[in-house]
């Protein structure tokens, strides 16, 4: 199947009504996730997790992609009507497009951010669908040592991308891996770690664990903080669209930003952050008028809001063509394709036709609801920010415990879900990034199988593996991700 | 309790974690496995517990040197924290001897407390609608079975 018979086929399943109807869903939450200031998008998908369980593997792919890149429309409303972001991607929105909103051209900020969402989309998911099955063709030559180099590189460029030293870093895969041991081990069968319990012979389940560390902890911190609600500037539908000079202005920064946006997006890590911090440096080193950038200059939202989305619909290839995922998004996402019974990885595309095509054609439609949505119902989402929060953080602390419970009916989830919660904020006070751990443990079983097969495989020469031209790429590119740092602060230290 | 004293007990905390995790991979049936060539169920989290055990050697080496000896902030867990996470225990406790309803009334009405809803008849009332109405949507729509009480039975 090539790309074009693939999306017509993606297109026969995203437009069966209930994948629609998945799709637009979680759309409309993911806008409302990215509206409302507190829970995010990955603690929204691994809240509705449970949800999915009654949907088909492809119907909950779509909807949980549908919240993870309807958040980045959502995020981009609160950050110009509030100048506070909905989302971290959308922090670089606040300096251009407050601003734009207090001269009262709130409404052609929110339009060009809207547009450029909706092209950065377009570009990602074209990408996606000429990029992902090359590369899951030659993922297909891959054998276990090539997962497992895979595995190791994806989690220490995560590692290094979040800021977080290399030991504390070091500390959360480490943890991440430990937790991903309980259990039976595949190969012998033999119960490691499970004290006795019964209960967790079948290991941790990676869902409560998700929540707990993004949800649970997200709201004991707001339970300290007390968010509350602050007045948005008012948009009139009247005002929303730009003049003929800010169109102008906002085509070149939204084609840049797209592309820029998709090829961030390929690299692991928080790449939506890092691509528009880029978007925004680049668009004020091209544009013809700098001084206007911090003060109202549309290119400083059209650039940034296309890149973000732009590296939300890139996330997707590593994801669906390798099955690796390089960002916290798509470990939830994975986490659902797992829960699911699919195949993951290069093997997806062709067991799972449904999934992957269906998934990459929903994102199409998905875009065009969020242009249709968010551009008229501009001031419906608006008014949820008047919702109190008292009341949003109480139904989020129901819904956590329910959708747990949801999951196997289990007391045990529950109070993992409860323990994760206080890790996660304690991780969070102690400067150490649960984004980490939850990575290592979404790849450990992957990385523990593909270890142990790769010993197999070379009679306990791990050094073998060094020879294999794509292992030692990445094993080499490995060790450099470590040590250039290192380096660079012995260079500072010395000179 | 200063910053020192704070990195200092995370580093010891994730040691001993670290070491604990060798020990019990080596106590595991088929332990670390025959040779390289045949590892046993050990192997791996051997690996990792002596991955933390560094790791942690390094943060702790790190952050006692550049760490400061001022007063950390917040130095005291704030309350509404631990009042958040007992409601939610309570919660748990509760569902399977009193069922959701119990349960899931009382835990709305702890958070709307804690995140300072104003007035008490408002927080029942909002309690109480919450509640039924997630109890429809979770078990009518989504056809989640939630534990019953004993005495319900």
């Not at chain 1, 209960?199 to 389940?205: I, P, V, W, Y």
């Not at chain 1, 109190?388 to 993992?416: E, F, K, Q, R």
């Not at chain 2, 670290?18 to 045949?38: F, R, T």
């Amino acid at each position: 199947m090539n790309a074009f018979e693939g999306l017509l086929f993606g297109f026969s399943i995203a437009l069966q009504v209930e994948n629609l109807l998945a799709c637009f869903i979680g759309v409309l939450i993911g806008t409302i996730v990215g509206v409302l200031p507190g829970i995010g998008p990955i603690g929204a998908m691994a809240l509705l997790l449970p949800v999915t369980y009654a949907m088909t593997p492809a119907g909950a792919l779509i909807m949980l992609a549908g919240i993870y890149y309807g958040s980045m429309y959502g995020g981009s409303t609160t950050s110009i009507l509030l100048k506070v972001p909905g989302e971290v991607s959308s922090v670089i929105t606040t300096i251009d497009g407050y601003e734009m909103a207090r001269k009262g051209r709130a409404g052609a900020a929110l339009f060009v951010a809207a547009v450029g969402s909706f092209a950065a989309g377009s570009v990602g998911i074209l990408g996606l669908a000429f990029l992902a099955p090359v590369l899951a063709a030659s993922a297909l030559r891959f054998g276990p040592p090539e997962f497992f180099a895979l595995c190791i590189l994806g989690l220490l460029v995560l590692s290094r991308l979040t800021g977080s030293s290399l030991s504390r870093a070091a500390v959360m895969v480490a943890l991440g891996l430990s937790l991903s041991t309980v259990g039976m081990e595949p190969m012998s069968g033999v119960s490691r770690f499970t004290f006795g319990y019964l209960d967790l012979a079948q290991g941790l389940e990676l869902v409560p664990i998700a929540i707990g560390l993004f949800g649970v902890a997200e709201l004991l911190s707001s339970a300290h903080n007390k968010l509350t609600n602050e007045k948005p500037l008012k948009v009139s539908f009247k005002e929303l669209l730009p003049t003929r000079a800010e169109w102008k202005r906002s085509q070149w920064p939204i084609a840049r930003g797209s592309l820029l946006g998709f090829l961030f997006g390929l690299i692991p890590g928080p790449t939506a952050i890092i691509a528009t911090f880029s978007s925004y440096a680049l668009e004020r080193k091209l544009s013809k008028h700098p001084e206007e950038f911090g003060h109202g200059a549309i290119e400083g939202v059209a650039g940034p809001e296309s890149a973000n989305n732009g590296a939300a619909q890139g996330a997707f290839i590593p994801l669906l063509a390798l099955g690796i995922p390089f960002a916290p998004a798509s470990a939830m996402l994975l986490t659902a394709l797992l829960i699911h019974g699919a195949k993951t990885g290069p093997m997806l595309m062709t067991e799972s036709p449904e999934i992957f095509w269906g998934v990459t054609s929903s994102m199409y439609i998905g875009n065009l609801m969020l242009l249709l949505l968010n551009l008229p119902l501009i001031s419906v989402f608006v008014a949820l920010l008047r919702l109190p929060m008292y009341l949003i953080s109480s139904l989020v602390v129901l819904l956590c415990v329910v959708g747990t419970y949801a999951i196997s009916n289990s007391i045990l989830d529950l109070w993992v879900l409860l323990i994760s919660g206080v890790v996660g904020y304690v991780l969070r006070q102690l400067k150490f990034e649960p984004v980490i751990l939850l990575m290592a443990l979404a790849l450990g079983p992957i990385l523990e199988r593909s270890f142990i097969q790769s010993l197999y495989l070379t009679q306990g020469d791990m050094l073998e593996i060094l020879t294999r031209p794509i292992a030692g790429t990445m094993i080499f590119i490995s060790i450099l991700v470590i040590f250039i740092p290192i380096l660079k602060r012995i260079y500072k230290s010395l000179f | 309790m200063t910053s020192r004293w704070i990195s200092l007990g995370t580093g010891l905390f994730f040691l001993t974690l670290g070491s604990l995790e060798m020990y019990l991979s080596q106590k595991l049936p088929g332990g670390l496995g025959l040779n390289a060539a045949e590892p046993g169920p050990g192997l791996f989290p051997m690996i990792v517990g002596a991955i933390m055990f560094f790791a942690a050697s390094v943060y702790l080496v790190e952050n006692m040197r550049s760490v400061s000896n001022v007063e950390a902030t917040p130095h005291r867990i704030p309350k509404d924290i631990v009042l958040m996470v007992l409601t939610i225990a309570l919660y748990i406790f509760l569902l399977p001897r009193a069922g959701f309803f119990v349960a899931a009334f009382l835990l709305l009405i702890g958070s709307l407390s804690i995140f300072d809803m104003p007035g008490w008849i408002q927080r029942v009332a909002t309690a109480l609608l919450a509640t039924l109405l997630s109890f429809a949507i979770f078990t009518l729509v989504l056809n989640v079975k939630m534990p019953n009480p004993s005495w319900f039975n």
